[in-house]
Structures are given as C-alpha cells and as structure tokens.
C-alpha cells in the first residue's frame, strides 16, 4: 500500500554539527572548528535543543501540511555555496 493511501506523513531533520560529548573530541581540534565555523551561516555549533525543537514541531499539528521532506537544522551548513 502506498503511504498516499494512509495518509502518512514522512518526514526528518538533517542536523549539523551538534554540541554533544560524541563530539567533543572534534571541538578540541582548532582547524576543524575553524572550518565548521567558517562554513555555517550561523557560525556556531547547534545544541541539542535546537534539533530537539524541530522534532518537536515536525511531530506537531503545526507541520500538518509537511510531508515528503528532509528539514535541514544546520547552523546553514547545506546552504553555503
């Protein structure tokens, strides 16, 4: 059966890097912050309640009308050109 056919609705977040233990080690290292820093828009590591609050509203009524997509939360990270 399709998912049309259940009306489900699909949907995620693609986080940046995140400020968490797991990646402690990689803040510790001067050019990879350098770089990270450089390259998303927002120049900082995103924290945990920042995804947390998108997998909130994504399970919201609020996103009632999205569907089909993948929701970046990276700091601007996928729109650097």
Known sequence: MRL???K???????????????SKRMQGIPQIM???????????????LDLAAVALFLGSDES????????PVDGGWSNHG
């Open 4 to 6: 049309k056919d259940k």
């Open 64 to 71: 009632r009308f999205i569907t089909g997509t993948v929701l």
């Open 34 to 48: 350098a770089y990270l820093e450089d390259r998303q828009l927002l120049g900082k590591l995103g924290t945990p």
């Open 8 to 22: 489900a609705i699909v949907t995620g977040a693609a986080s940046g890097m995140i400020d968490t233990p797991m």
